[in-house]
């Protein structure tokens, strides 16, 4: 039984279907990847993944339990948490407010201060910044505050929508080291993204989507590289 | 010249207290739920006539009469969340607004069914002399106004930023969708703002009516305006702005009806928000709260 299945998922805004049908798996352990371009729905996935949108149908089953149409709060409580595109941090509040809100559900204080100690060791810039407003961070720093914030809930998959969006090179190369890191230490990983170079470096098996569609499933290195590039940027030419 | 200018001051900084707990109830509520409520004042007075009529009926003290007014502030908020708010959480602001207009209506037309008379007297704070201070007369009722107004914003404060529940509310306020994702349970929080947001009204409307003794069922309208226009002068949806623009408020009522008369306190202060709106002055622009 695998971690994460979506069947079949069809979401919609209005009359505009987004998601037509959507069938995946996201085994445990594992980094999964989802390639496609620009308006394919990949965003749209992730947000009917963690609750924000509402499936029109399909199943969505993980660990075991449906969890499609859930409220937000109630998948984090089951042990899902989604690192949004753009990274939207809690601008006023400082980092470690930040991460505190991340931490929300849980009341253990104590623990929840330690894994506030473990965040600022494992994002050593967070904790130089610990007591600064999170609106004045770099787009890395940002970046990296958004995923400790969803690392506080302890989930036992993290989603990611396009964690190097906007970043420098550089930026890009430290968010995909920890990526591994977070998958070395046992985290599953489910990773939308647009720079799929980086992404097919570190996934174990990965999905292109295109207009509403998963189109291709394999793991890196079944297709080649040119040509998943082309369809994950520009979608495959209709014949 | 200078004493009057030092009484008006502080004339008008005990009724700024209560513009301010007004606003502050409206800016929670706008600033959360990103929406007008239009029945935060006769909500405000639905309390305040529960009141009333437990006085009219049977008297009662000055304390339960002030949580009477409270509480049925408090329920009334419930019952326009639930009513026009909820359904429409993910969906047409206008749609809560103007259900939310709908229900004013309805809270005027059943306080006069149950009260029919333009006016009842109500149970002062004070009824002795004012105090006199130096040059100064202070009125203890407002005294005991600007007192409970500082009381309940530093009540507000400690709430929005030493506890749990202040951070859900500040998450909601500066980005609801992260909110969501990091676990808030969005409605639950919507609810208790929501009553909040009331107590604080209920608050300044028994204050308000217990320093004059009289209500009139034009309190949900008067508290609409006050409210509306201490939350815009301080900038839209900014909490410390909200208690600052309902303070000034007090202030330039006070000046301008000493300087001015009566008449032109309230065409003062709408010309003022006008020309501060049509400045652009940079506060006056929505953010988040801080």
């Not at chain 1, 302890?154 to 906007?166: V, W």
């Not at chain 2, 009529?53 to 049925?72: P, R, S």
């Not at chain 2, 993910?90 to 209506?105: D, E, K, N, Q, T």
Request: aromatic content about 8%; proline content about 4%; overall charge positive.
């Amino acid at each position: 039984m695998s971690f994460l299945s979506v069947r079949d998922v069809v979401t919609a805004y209005g009359k505009i279907e987004a998601l037509r049908g959507v069938s995946l798996e996201v085994a445990e352990g594992a980094i999964t990847c989802l390639l496609g371009p620009n308006g394919a729905g990949k965003t749209t996935l992730m947000l009917t993944l963690a609750g924000i949108l509402r499936p029109r149908r399909g199943s969505i089953r993980f660990a075991g339990e449906d969890i499609a149409g859930r409220a937000p709060h109630a998948i984090v409580a089951r042990g899902v948490a989604l690192v949004p595109e753009n990274r939207l941090v809690f601008p006023a509040m400082t980092v470690a407010e930040n991460l505190q809100a991340g931490a929300y559900q849980r009341r253990d204080k104590n623990t929840v201060a330690r894994d506030i100690e473990r965040m600022f060791a494992r994002f050593p810039r967070l904790k130089e910044r610990a007591a600064q407003q999170a609106g004045t961070l770099s787009g890395g720093e940002q970046q990296m505050l958004a995923v400790a914030r969803a690392l506080m809930s302890r989930p036992k998959l993290l989603l990611m929508d396009e964690p190097s969006l906007g970043l420098a090179p550089l930026v890009v190369e430290e968010i995909f080291r920890i990526v591994t890191e977070l998958h070395r230490d046992g985290v599953t990983i489910f990773l939308v993204e647009q720079n799929a170079h980086m992404a097919l470096k570190v996934a174990q098996h990965f999905y292109l989507m295109e207009q509403g569609k998963v189109t291709f499933s394999g793991d890196p290195g079944s297709l080649a590289e040119d040509e998943v590039i082309r369809r994950a940027y520009l979608g495959s030419a209709k014949s | 010249m200078l004493v009057d200018f030092i009484q008006n001051t502080l004339d008008g900084l005990s009724t700024g207290a209560a513009y301010a707990l007004l606003a502050l109830g409206f800016t929670l509520i706008f600033g959360v739920l990103r929406r007008a409520n239009l029945s935060f004042g006769p909500a405000i007075m639905f309390g305040a006539y529960c009141a009333t009529w437990t006085h009219v009926n049977f008297g009662a003290g000055l304390l339960l009469l002030a949580l009477i007014t409270v509480g049925g502030a408090v329920l009334a908020g419930a019952y326009v969340e639930r009513l026009c708010f909820a359904p429409h959480r993910g969906g047409s602001a206008i749609a809560a607004m103007v259900a939310s207009f709908a229900l004013w209506m309805q809270f005027e037309e059943f306080a006069t069914l149950v009260l029919p008379r333009h006016l009842y007297a109500f149970p002062m704070l004070h009824e002795g002399d004012p105090i006199a201070l130096g040059p100064f007369t202070l009125r203890a009722d407002a005294l005991v106004m600007l007192g409970a107004a500082l009381a309940a914003c530093a009540l507000v404060w400690g709430t929005l930023y030493r506890t749990r529940f202040g951070l859900a509310v500040r998450a909601l306020i500066e980005q609801p969708a992260a909110a969501a994702l990091a676990g808030i349970n969005v409605p639950w929080v919507f609810a208790r703002v929501f009553a909040l947001a009331s107590a604080l009204g209920g608050v300044a409307g028994y204050l308000v009516i217990a320093t004059h003794g009289q209500i009139t069922p034009m309190l949900g309208m008067w508290a609409t305006m006050k409210g509306l226009l201490a939350m815009m002068l301080g900038g839209l949806g900014s909490l410390p702005g909200a208690v600052l623009g309902g303070l000034a408020l007090g202030f330039i009522e006070a000046h301008s009806q000493w300087y001015l008369g009566p008449q032109m306190r309230d065409l003062i202060a709408y010309l003022l928000l006008f020309v501060l709106l049509a400045a652009r002055v940079p506060w006056m622009t929505t953010r988040s709260a801080s």
